[in-house]
């Protein structure tokens, strides 16, 4: 067994380090949006196989370290981080992987008693919606919370900073999420429209006839771009350096954008940021809203292809710009954000195995990237709520923050 750490540590400090390397030599082009191509190394050396005998660094707690012959456990120390960031707006775009952000985000706002600006309208509420599709937001908007503003939006909403910081407590950092336009195009053509499924290649079909061009977006077109905040009045604008500006300008409202391909790398850049544990980020490897249509992943033409860029090109240069800076904020994280990468995956993958078999009580060590926490039956029902659970969940604590404020101001007052 100690031999099988030796070899493990090992391995994940020359990944690390090769990783860097690769990095700050393969990184010069900063005008190239694009993943570094070791990224796709670490994405394949995930440790989670169902029969693996090899033990993981959670199961220990400890990072070994060898000496000679000899090989120690050594306990391992977390950074050093301030406070957690537990005042925020996540702007959740449609078919980029929002839902299962919506669930990560909701569970660490009811942990942390957050109040919500919880759907004051029951149609809105059902949907998961708040300021979708129109951007307009006032207090009104949300279920009341007498004395307090909010300190967590997670529904549906399109970003209007100056609407949403008059509604949320002073300081509000704001997260995004971005997928690349042509794969958030085959995934969001299907929602709500299954006739369209009838057709051989339906997309194909959507791109030959180039529909919504005269529109200024729709969820074919520069709808990421529209939700993220980027005004209707310049969607058909030519000017490059205009559209660019704007784009640089919406990038700064946000502390973290994920990136849906990076999904759990984005997760790990958000801990980081926002100074949470790595307990904060954990998530159901279930898939959400699944369309189970191999006609999603139809092979278009070099010509469609190039029609949705025309068609999309904002959401493409808006996608271009966070994806580079993504990479620019991983590059300053250094080589143990890969690390920790790793080691989220693995200890992710097993609070999944345990709730979907066991199910019981587990204590998780400590360890270089991670406090001791413990997870319980609980917890592992919890595991299986969707989106309206969760959200539900969220209202409950400012219901109850809503009692206990009359209960301590009589009659109201």
């Not at 950074?79 to 960031?85: A, D, H, S």
């Not at 008693?113 to 908007?141: E, F, V, W």
């Not at 529904?155 to 971005?178: C, L, Q, W």
């Not at 604008?237 to 990076?262: C, D, F, M």
Request: glycine content about 6%; hydrophobic content about 35%.
């Amino acid at each position: 067994m100690a031999r099988e750490f030796m070899f493990l540590a090992f391995s994940l400090s020359c990944v690390a380090i090769y990783m860097y390397i690769s990095f700050l030599s393969g990184w010069k082009d900063n005008s190239t949006a694009v993943k570094p191509e070791f990224a796709n190394f670490h994405i394949t050396q995930r440790v989670d196989e169902p029969n693996t005998k090899r033990m993981s660094l959670m199961q220990t707690g400890y990072h070994p370290t060898a000496q000679g012959n000899v090989t120690k456990l050594v306990p391992t120390s977390l950074p050093t981080c301030g406070r957690p960031v537990t005042n925020f707006v996540f702007i959740k775009v449609h078919k980029t992987a929002s839902g299962s952000t919506f669930m990560v985000l909701a569970r660490f706002g009811r942990n942390h008693g957050m109040t919500i600006c919880y759907p004051k309208r029951h149609r809105k509420a059902i949907h998961n919606q708040l300021s979708y599709p129109s951007g307009k937001l006032t207090k009104s908007d949300c279920r009341p919370s007498p004395g307090r503003k909010y300190n967590l939006i997670i529904h549906h909403s399109v970003m209007n900073k100056p609407a949403m910081d008059r509604v949320m407590e002073p300081g509000t950092k704001y997260i995004g999420i971005f997928r690349e336009p042509l794969n958030h195009f085959r995934s969001i053509f299907f929602w709500k429209n299954k006739i369209s499924r009838r057709n051989k290649n339906p997309l194909g079909a959507f791109l030959n006839r180039n529909h919504d061009r005269k529109r200024s977006y729709s969820k074919h077109h520069n709808f990421q771009a529209y939700t993220m905040g980027f005004p209707k009045r310049l969607m058909a604008s030519k000017n490059e350096s205009q559209i660019y500006e704007t784009i640089r300008t919406i990038a700064g409202w946000y502390s973290v954008v994920l990136i849906s391909e990076y999904w759990e790398e984005s997760l790990v850049l958000l801990r980081r940021k926002f100074c949470w544990r790595l307990y904060d980020i954990l998530h159901t490897t279930d898939r959400l809203h699944a369309l189970h249509t191999k006609k999603e992943h139809v092979l278009l033409t070099t010509e469609q292809k190039e029609t949705h860029r025309k068609m999309s090109n904002i959401d493409y240069m808006m996608y271009d710009y966070l994806n580079k800076t993504f990479w620019q904020l991983v590059t300053k994280e250094g080589p143990e954000f890969w690390e920790e990468v790793t080691y989220y995956k693995t200890l992710n993958s097993e609070v999944n195995k345990h709730c979907n078999s066991v199910g019981g009580k587990r204590v998780f060590p400590a360890g270089k990237w991670s406090q001791e926490f413990v997870i319980d039956s609980t917890f592992c029902e919890e595991w299986k709520w969707k989106e309206g659970r969760w959200a539900l969940a969220c209202w409950d604590v400012v219901g109850k923050q809503n009692e206990e404020t009359k209960l301590t101001k009589p009659n109201g007052v």
